[in-house]
T-cell receptor
Framework: EADIYQTPRYLVIGTGKKITLECSQT?????MYWYQQDPGMELHLIHY???????EKGDLSSESTVSRIRTEHFPLTLESARPSHTSQYLC??????????????FGPGTRLTVL | GNSVTQMEGPVTLSEEAFLTINCTYT??????LFWYVQYPGEGLQLLLK?????DKGSNKGFEATYRKETTSFHLEKGSVQVSDSAVYFC??????????FGTGTRLLVSP
């Protein structure tokens, strides 16, 4: 079982609020990721990090920001939430593998609803 | 480019039926292949993986074989249970690139 945690599991907030979704892992993995999952189930990579002080934008443009100050922690922040941000957010981590074929492990997800 | 194609769902089966969910891929180099499962309201769990051609991944009665000649990684289970109802994602990772997911296949098992 992977030790990766996300809080909160569910969040309902009003438009314009600032929120931070927490993600932490205890496996010492160097890489971490944030995915957004739409109602049609498709997964979109929105941010990733290859180590401390490294962050990159993913394939899907997102108004969120991330930081990686500690290896185990990779929070995602929305400065001003909007209804279009309503989605399931999944955090994952992996350890760099030989030949670069890492196995990603996922947290339980945060379901965000913006009213 | 790299891509994964999964059969569209939902797949509806009765308990104890045989399950196959098709997955084919296009990739550069020698990717690793994965099946993830997502139960309702949960995140993704790694179900099984295979790292090279002809490898068979297996877990919880599910199996998939990495077939390089047909670029396939079909998921099978001999006898499904109601508790197997979930969404199944096929995925691949080419070396030193990002994980690529299929669109997911929903499985519904009735008693």
């Amino acid at each position: 079982e992977a030790d990766i945690y996300q809080t909160p599991r569910y969040l309902v907030i009003g438009t314009g609020k600032k929120i931070t979704l927490e993600c932490s892992q205890t496996m010492g993995h160097d890489k971490m990721y944030w995915y957004q999952q739409d109602p049609g189930m498709e997964l979109h990579l929105i941010h990733y990090s290859y180590g401390v002080n490294s962050t990159e934008k993913g394939d899907l443009s997102s108004e969120s920001t991330v930081s990686r100050i500690r290896t185990e922690h990779f929070p995602l922040t929305l400065e001003s939430a909007r209804p279009s941000h309503t989605s399931q957010y999944l955090c994952a981590s992996s350890e760099t593998a030989i030949l670069g074929t890492d196995t990603q492990y996922f947290g339980p997800g945060t379901r965000l609803t913006v009213l | 480019g790299n891509s994964v194609t999964q059969m569209e769902g939902p797949v509806t089966l009765s308990e104890e039926a045989f399950l196959t969910i098709n997955c084919t891929y296009t990739a550069t180099g020698y990717p690793s292949l994965f099946w993830y499962v997502q139960y309702p309201g949960e995140g993704l769990q790694l179900l099984l993986k295979a790292t090279k051609a002809d490898d068979k991944g297996s877990n919880k009665g599910f199996e998939a074989t990495y077939r390089k000649e047909t670029t396939s990684f079909h998921l099978e289970k001999g006898s499904v249970q109601v508790s197997d109802s979930a969404v199944y994602f096929c995925a691949l990772i080419p070396g030193f690139q990002k994980l690529v997911f299929g669109t997911g296949t929903r499985l519904l098992v009735s008693p």
